[in-house]
């Protein structure tokens, strides 16, 4: 049985601070950023503001409908497209750092919920006398157990087994192919072990 635990929200954050001298004293300037976890593979929100003294002066919102670094206050206004353009870019280089560094530390620690592999069973006729079933899956986290069953013996001649690899879209991929005898398909069966099922998945063609 897989016990889940409670989900977690990541939160990473990042700061900076910067002390000026001005005719009127000191006076402080401070950039924050945060990179928050959401549910499932959805990309982390990332937010960045930038303060003088209590006031806030830029901001930037993952969320928006189109993100920049935008100014929050009166006398930011008066800067000219390039700077804007400037500060976006390296503000969102910025961002895309922090999402990483949270979809690793995700992967570390497994505070996030499992997603069960999405798994299907296809065939492939050799010749005809035989033919190729191949199971595939996508899925998180990466640890599964992938086996081709005959009669609920595990089946270790003629089968293929691809390593796990990304799938490029936060979950994995792996795939296990067995050769088989025309006519007797329904006697194979793929065996799927995964933290995201309540119970092992078993599939035939």
């Given amino acids: 049985m897989v016990v889940m635990a409670p989900r977690t929200l990541l939160l990473l954050l990042s700061g900076a601070l910067a002390l000026t001298e001005t005719w009127a004293g000191s006076h402080?300037?401070?950039?924050?950023?945060?990179?928050?976890?959401r549910p499932g593979r959805r990309e982390p929100r990332f937010i960045a503001v930038g303060y003088v003294?209590?006031?806030?002066?830029?901001?930037?919102?993952?969320?928006?409908?189109?993100?920049?670094?935008?100014p929050r206050a009166p006398w930011m206004k008066q800067e000219r497209p390039e700077y804007w353009e400037e500060e976006t870019r390296s503000t969102k280089a910025h961002a895309h750092t922090?999402?990483?560094?949270?979809?690793?530390?995700?992967?570390?620690?497994?505070?996030?919920?499992?997603?069960?592999?999405n798994s299907h069973v296809t065939h492939h006729p050799v010749f005809d006398?035989?033919?190729?079933?191949?199971?595939?899956?996508?899925?998180?986290?990466?640890?599964?157990?992938?086996?081709?069953?005959?009669e609920s013996e595990d089946q270790?001649?003629?089968?293929?087994?691809?390593?796990?690899?990304?799938?490029?879209?936060?979950?994995?991929?792996?795939?296990?192919?067995?050769?088989?005898?025309?006519?007797?398909?329904?006697?194979?069966?793929?065996?799927?072990?995964?933290?995201?099922?309540?119970?092992?998945?078993?599939?035939?063609w």
């Avoid at 402080?28 to 976890?37: D, K, L």
């Avoid at 003294?53 to 935008?70: G, I």
């Avoid at 006398?129 to 005959?150: D, H, K, N, S």
Wanted: net charge negative.
């Fill in 53 to 70: 003294d209590d006031t806030q002066f830029v901001r930037l919102e993952s969320d928006a409908a189109s993100p920049r670094m935008e």
């Fill in 156 to 204: 270790t001649h003629d089968v293929e087994l691809v390593g796990t690899r990304p799938a490029g879209d936060g979950t994995f991929q792996k795939w296990a192919a067995v050769v088989v005898p025309s006519g007797e398909e329904q006697r194979f069966m793929c065996y799927v072990q995964h933290q995201g099922l309540p119970e092992p998945l078993m599939l035939r």
């Fill in 98 to 117: 922090d999402q990483v560094n949270l979809r690793t530390l995700r992967s570390y620690y497994n505070q996030s919920q499992a997603d069960p592999p």
């Fill in 28 to 37: 402080s300037m401070r950039y924050f950023s945060a990179a928050v976890s």
């Fill in 129 to 150: 006398y035989e033919a190729t079933l191949r199971c595939a899956l996508g899925f998180y986290p990466v640890e599964i157990r992938l086996t081709w069953q005959r």
